[in-house]
T-cell receptor, first 115, second 115 residues
């Protein structure tokens, strides 16, 4: 059974600081997704990482994927208050027959950026 | 505009009552999914459907039922057998082989509470 672990689960940081959120997963997968969720809202897609060594950047966020280590990171550079949200990683999984595919989500990291 | 519409936004259930959450998409996506989100938790998969007239149980299907009679619609019924239904329910859809796009697009969610 695929397990996805994020850490930290809670992150409080000051504006202007850098930090990294980690996403570890237990079985082989070559696709990983990062989503953002604002309180009471739906999920917004941030990044799609499709291969080993993939790196994507958007503004102050950068995501990377190491499929050999089964690890993805979401790096925050010079945080601003608008980045306060919950961030989820989700790992793609497919059954052995290749006919069914779905995502397994981590528990999320609640990020609070303080002035 | 294309998207996923969930209704109602808020729903209250009485003891012993079945309630149905609606999910409609006009994105022409083949696959649709239902997730449950509890506070401080990630998303857990309830049911999913890859094609019309077919659906599969997810990780927490007990106490729920679905149907997929049309491509656009994937309603979720929370039955009286689900003893702890209070949660935020999210519907998603996807084009399975479009790897460069986010795997799943999410609706705005339905918040279900027990009276």
């Amino acid at each position: 059974e695929l397990k996805v672990e994020q850490n930290p689960l809670f992150l409080s940081m000051q504006e202007g600081k850098n930090y990294t959120i980690y996403c570890n997963y237990s079985t082989t997968s070559d696709r990983l997704y990062w989503y953002r969720q604002d309180p009471g809202k739906s999920l917004e897609s941030l990044f799609v990482l499709l291969s080993n060594g993939a790196v994507k950047q958007e503004g102050r966020l950068m995501a990377s994927l190491d499929t050999k280590a089964r690890l993805s990171t979401l790096h925050i550079t010079a945080a601003v208050h608008d980045l306060s949200a919950t961030y989820f990683c989700a790992v793609y999984r497919q059954n052995s027959g290749g006919s069914n595919y779905k995502l397994t989500f981590g528990k999320g990291t609640l990020l609070t950026v303080n002035p | 505009d294309g998207g996923i519409t969930q209704s109602p936004k808020y729903l209250f259930r009485k003891e012993g009552q079945n309630v149905t959450l609606s999910c409609e998409q006009n994105l022409n996506h083949d696959a649709m999914y239902w997730y449950r989100q509890d506070p401080g938790q990630g998303l857990r998969l309830i049911y999913y459907s890859q094609i019309v007239n077919d659906f599969q149980k997810g990780d927490i299907a007990e106490g729920y039922s679905v149907s997929r009679e049309k491509k656009e619609s994937f309603p979720l019924t929370v039955t009286s057998a689900q003893k702890n239904p209070t949660a935020f329910y999210l519907c998603a859809s996807s084009i399975p082989q479009r790897a460069n796009r986010p795997l799943q697009y999410f609706g705005a969610g339905t918040r279900l509470s027990v009276l």
